[in-house]
């Protein structure tokens, strides 16, 4: 029989892993599971895994350990993770599972993070702002890699035809600069951030604004600054009070056909950030309202009624850990039936 610990790894991969077994009609069974957070242990209540903790391996007898963390998905990583729990390597591998747009990969040839990036560099099809992000020659830029795909499908519309677009979260200054690249000559990059520092950033078509997005009084001030505003990007301090805020103050003023994305959505299922599974407080809860404007012209019921996000909202695009909306001037749906 051969025993296995995951470590790390969500449920989905739990059923990846169950599913494999039965497929491969192997004797095999699942010998513990190792997650970061209990909440996330209890989707398997059902399955009656045993819910051990990191230092509980080195006395589980196992004959493979797999690991999905991000700080352990390549070589380097499981060889540290091994190393400090004192296991046998060759019992250890990495589970790479983590989105990266549309390149294919192939992950048994994926040692170290330089090796992925290699692979991604000399793949079809990059966009833009991949061979951007990829080339390098930029300050300090910090993306999810399937970002990438999503921002080209929604912003291209918009290069070369000088828009305003204005990004929360300025970080390094990596990405005000990817989007002068991208957008070209004429548009105007605004960033906003808390840290006074990142003034230093300014250049050529880039303005920085100091201050707090969950502050309402200064994204009035922004808004009378910048009158018009065709693309906002939240990429700030991702706590659900910032990120509600920012939308309720800034959404209605994005151009009528404009496109308003918010980014980094995982964290409406973290505490810490005042979010988690169901909680009525997150941006993930908060946002699934928007799914009932878009429809509020069929309801019958007077708690749901057309409003101001009814007449705006032209569709909702949900990825992992982002949504994008993309704006435009609504009305009830037509019917015709022809022929």
Partial sequence: MLEIILVGIGTDCVSIVEQAINELREEARIQAIIFDRDERYGELADRSYPQKTIEDIPG???DKLLICCKSCIMEEGVKLFCEELSLPRSKCSGYITHKIGPHKIAWDQVKTK??????????????????????????????????????????????????????????????????????????????????????????????????????????????????RIDILIDDGGHTMEQQITTFEEMFCHISMNGVYLCEDLHTSYWKEYGGGYKCPDSYIEYSKNFIDYLHAWFSTDTALQENKYSRSMHSLHYYDSMLVIEKGRMGPAVDIMLG
């Fill in 60 to 62: 589980i007898p196992f």
């Fill in 114 to 227: 330089e090796d992925l990036v290699e692979q991604i560099c000399f793949s079809e099809g990059l966009n833009d702002l991949e061979r951007f992000f990829y080339g390098g020659q930029h300050r300090t830029l910090s993306k999810w890699l399937h970002y990438f795909e999503v921002y080209d499908r929604h912003f291209a519309k918009y290069r070369n035809k000088a828009p305003v677009v204005m990004e929360i979260g300025v970080f390094r200054g990596g990405s005000m600069q990817m989007w002068k690249d991208y957008f070209g000559k004429g548009a105007q990059i605004i960033g906003v951030d808390i840290d006074e520092k990142t003034k230093a950033f300014e250049e050529d078509q880039i303005h920085i604004e100091i201050g707090s997005q969950a502050d309402r009084d200064f994204l009035r001030q922004l808004k009378l600054k910048y009158p």
